[in-house]
Structures are given as C-alpha cells and as structure tokens.
C-alpha cells in the first residue's frame, strides 16, 4: 500500500520547536515535500527534499525551519523525511502535509498549533 504518514504535531508555546516525521511507504519517493494549511486558507508549500539530498524552502522559513532525511543506513529511496521546526509563532498553526511530489500522493497530516 503506497502511504505517507505524518507524525509528531502538537500544541506548542510560541518560540518552541516541534519535529514532524513522515514516513514513506509503498512506492519509490523521487522527492517529498511538505505543506502546511492554516484555517482558512490552501495549502502552501513549506520544505522538501530529494534523493539525493537536495532541499528547498519557502522565503518565509528558511531558519526556522529544517528539512531532512531520517532513513536507515544505505536508504537509497526516501523513507522518512523530518521537519525540525524552531522559533515557532501562531502564524505557523495549521495541518502540516506530506506530498510525494508531483503526485497525488498525501499523508491525512498532522496538526501544529502554536498558542500560549
């Protein structure tokens, strides 16, 4: 079964960090990227990665936000990708998704909420 799995959301105090995981299975992932989508709004793109280790970012992130692999030695193929985000404001709440790219491919998410 082709699956992406997102994990580690939570409530969290503005200026704290949270590691969301995504775990891929099922099918060989050239990239995987997340979003994220605040109330109310689409789902904008945040960070992703490829296999071989390329990443990218949305302005609004860089710094705060960190994309990397979390694979078993040897990993050739993507099977978790983790976001390492620090710095946290409200402005970062919403449901975070990973997306094989340039598939339709999404995990159900993982909700972040940022709030004092």
């Known amino acids: 079964q082709v699956q992406l799995v997102e994990s580690g959301g939570g409530l969290v105090k503005p200026g704290g960090s949270l590691r969301l995981s995504c775990a891929a299975s099922?099918?060989?992932?050239?990239?995987i990227d997340w979003y994220r989508q605040a109330p109310g709004n689409q789902r904008d793109g945040v960070a992703g990665?490829?296999?071989?280790?390329?990443?990218?970012?949305?302005?609004?992130m860089k710094g705060r936000f960190t994309v990397s692999r979390d694979d078993p030695p040897n990993a050739v193929q993507l099977e978790r990708v983790v976001l390492q985000m620090s710095s946290l404001k409200s402005k970062d709440t919403g449901v975070y998704f990973c997306?094989?790219?340039?598939?339709?491919?999404w995990g159900r998410g993982t909700q972040v909420t940022v709030s004092s």
């Open positions: 997306n094989a790219r340039d598939t339709s491919i």
């Open positions: 099922g099918a060989t992932f050239a990239a």
């Open positions: 990665i490829d296999t071989r280790g390329r990443i990218r970012y949305a302005d609004s």
